[in-house]
């Protein structure tokens, strides 16, 4: 099949002819066929296992959109640990098997977050039009592809993106979502109380410190000790500089008295736990809570279980909850809307910062090593931001 290099700078061309288009990005190109197939690639996997072990870089074509379908180019594609879960076949939800893109097996695409723009939709396609942006809906999709052809149904419309990038369009619906809805859905927090959080630095972690320093709560942060100090002591002036009222490490939750004398010597009380670590840290960050409080679980870094010491259910009548934002998600469509859109006018605003990203280049010329390797280095030690890929010439 002739491939052509669809320029909207230049136009197109045929065989020497040049044919004008609809311009729609100087920056971007798109590798089409003469009979308007897209050229799409995708990471997908056949079985569960290690990144590194089952994920595959595949080649296949997309045709032009008929009746409700749409067709979309993704922009950026976070990597987060849940979709790692995933591939491992560790996380509740599973890719969308499928042989829908020429493969004999049933494959999927990995990922579950991520921000697309419509190129091209059916005659009756309903609720999105060519050039909207665009996020899922739903995890299970499968975001790392240069391209997927869907219906509008399972897509949600950015309505306003003026001031935002894709990266900020494309990392709003998990993490941010997250932190918001575990301070407002689990305690009555009030400005001047206080929350603790394990896992500070996290997606989550950062967010929810920007979102509680706006509502006027303060965060009490707990961090892993870096082997380099200094390292540990620039984490703490980073989060120190999105909000975070004070900042300790997993070891200073063991203190008592420090954390006493952060809290005004006793007479300010904590009425919110975030875990995102599990194992027996809990128990410590549980031990500083006023009673009636609750410790709300999220994620579980460090794959220990929780023993809970029966006296923190009896005699402080503490609450240990959990709390899945694609669950809340499903059943609230459109508080998922509203938290979506007023964290990115948020963003808009400069009020709500960024986490530290490290791009990853995909080109329509990408090779298979360099988007492995990326997801595969997720799993390494300290990271100094979050993985992200960045779609260009596909």
């Not at 290690?50 to 979309?72: A, F, N, Y």
């Not at 609450?319 to 899945?324: A, L, R």
């Amino acid at each position: 099949m002739l491939l052509i290099r669809q320029s909207f700078s230049q136009g197109l061309r045929i065989g020497g002819r040049k044919v004008h288009l609809h311009r729609r990005s100087l920056e971007q190109t798109r590798c089409i066929s003469v009979y308007g197939y897209e050229q799409a690639k995708a990471l997908v996997l056949s079985s569960h296992g290690e990144p590194k072990d089952v994920l595959k870089l595949h080649g296949h074509s997309i045709s032009p959109p008929h009746g409700d379908q749409v067709t979309i180019r993704f922009l950026a594609s976070p990597i987060n640990p849940a979709d790692i879960n995933q591939i491992q076949g560790v996380y509740p939800t599973k890719p969308s098997w499928t042989t829908d893109l020429s493969t004999a097996e049933p494959i999927g695409v990995a990922g579950n977050e991520g921000v697309a723009e419509v190129i091209a939709k059916g005659s009756s396609a309903k609720g999105v039009e060519k050039g909207d942006w665009v996020i899922m809906k739903k995890q299970g999709f499968g975001t790392w592809r240069t391209h997927a052809q869907t219906t509008a149904d399972a897509l949600l419309p950015i309505r306003n993106r003026d001031g935002l990038t894709p990266a900020q369009v494309g990392t709003v619906s998990v993490n941010p979502c997250t932190a918001y809805r575990m301070l407002k859905d689990f305690t009555d927090l009030r400005p001047g109380d206080w929350f603790l959080q394990n896992g500070a630095n996290s997606g989550v972690g950062r967010a929810a410190i920007q979102l509680a320093r706006l509502w006027g709560i303060r965060s009490l942060n707990v961090i892993r000790e870096r082997d380099d100090p200094a390292a540990t002591q620039q984490l703490v002036q980073e989060l120190s500089a999105l909000g975070a009222d004070a900042v300790i490490t997993e070891k200073d939750l063991h203190s008592r008295d420090k954390i006493q004398t952060l809290l005004n010597n006793g007479r300010d009380r904590i009425r919110l736990a975030l875990n995102c670590v599990g194992g027996a840290q809990v128990n410590s960050m549980a031990k500083h809570l006023a009673p009636g409080s609750s410790v709300v679980t999220y994620g579980a870094m460090s794959k220990q279980p929780v023993n809970l010491p029966m006296g923190l259910l009896i005699f402080k009548d503490i609450s240990f909850k959990g709390f899945w934002v694609s669950r809340w998600a499903a059943a609230n469509p459109q508080e998922k809307i509203a938290c979506v859109d007023e964290i990115l006018d948020l963003t808009r605003q400069g009020k709500f910062k960024d986490v530290p990203l490290q791009p990853v280049t995909w080109d329509h010329d990408t090779k298979q090593e360099g988007l492995i390797d990326a997801v595969q280095g997720t799993l390494d030690g300290f990271r100094g931001g979050k993985g992200i890929f960045v779609f260009g010439k596909t």
